[in-house]
């Protein structure tokens, strides 16, 4: 069975400081991707940044960057210099065929 | 690129109505396009996912003939809810994606439909 958790349901952070949320998958599968995606108060989901499970180098995207560690199956996100437009529901997700498996989502607040 | 455009965006109507959503990939040819409900602060349940040119497959639990999906073209998937009733009321989300560019193709979502059932 494939599944994807992320065990922190909300999150605080003051603008400016750094964040890092965690995700953890399960699967017997050796080739996949990750992603993150943000949904904002507008419900639109929008893609954070993504991740090749065969590649070593850990994705970067202006302010978001990924740890992943594929032997521990974890793949968390770290936010710098949080914005207050970075506040929103983070889904992780992963695919090893065609259909998407997301995590139950981390709340984040960024505070003022 | 790779805009979904989901329409309507709200829609409220009586107990025992049919809605139809649709969702348009408006400058890719969406090989794969996904269906998800969403309830309040909980995260995407997978509906379906269906093909071009191919039946839908249903996720366990869900109604086949109650949640109708069609995805007669590289561009349009349409869900029809069918004889709509207050539990039905919730966020759809469609998602379309290509394998054309290669399997590592994020999925690219519509802005979400918030169906309202009196």
């Known amino acids: 069975a494939q599944t994807v958790t992320q065990s922190q349901p909300e999150m605080s952070v003051q603008e400016a400081e750094t964040v890092t949320l965690s995700c953890t998958y399960d699967t017997s599968e050796s080739n996949y991707y990750l992603f993150w995606y943000k949904q904002p108060p507008s419900r639109q989901m929008i893609l954070v940044i993504r991740?090749?499970?065969?590649?070593?180098q850990n994705a970067t995207e202006n302010r978001f960057s990924v740890n992943f560690q594929k032997a521990a199956k974890s793949f968390s996100l770290k936010i710098s210099d949080s914005q207050l437009g970075d506040t929103a529901m983070y889904f992780c997700?992963?695919?090893?065929?065609?259909?998407?498996?997301f995590g139950s989502g981390t709340k984040l607040n960024v505070k003022p | 690129g790779a805009v979904v455009s989901q329409h309507p965006s709200w829609v409220i109507c009586k107990s025992g109505t049919s809605v139809k959503i649709e969702c348009r990939s408006l400058d890719f040819q969406a090989t794969t396009m996904f269906w998800y409900r969403q309830f309040p602060k909980q995260s995407l349940m997978l509906m379906a996912t269906?093909?071009?040119?191919?039946?839908?497959?249903?996720e366990q639990g869900v109604e086949k003939d109650k949640f109708l999906i069609n995805h007669a073209s590289l561009t349009l998937s349409t869900l029809t809810v069918t004889s709509a009733h207050p539990e039905d009321s919730s966020f759809y989300i469609c998602?379309?994606?290509?394998?054309?560019?290669?399997?590592?193709?994020?999925?690219?979502f519509g802005d979400g439909t918030r169906l309202s059932i009196l």
């Open positions: 269906s093909n071009e040119g191919s039946k839908a497959t249903y």
């Open positions: 991740q090749e499970a065969y590649k070593q």
């Open positions: 998602s379309a994606r290509t394998h054309r560019a290669g399997p590592n193709q994020p999925q690219h």
């Open positions: 997700a992963f695919t090893p065929f065609n259909k998407f498996y």
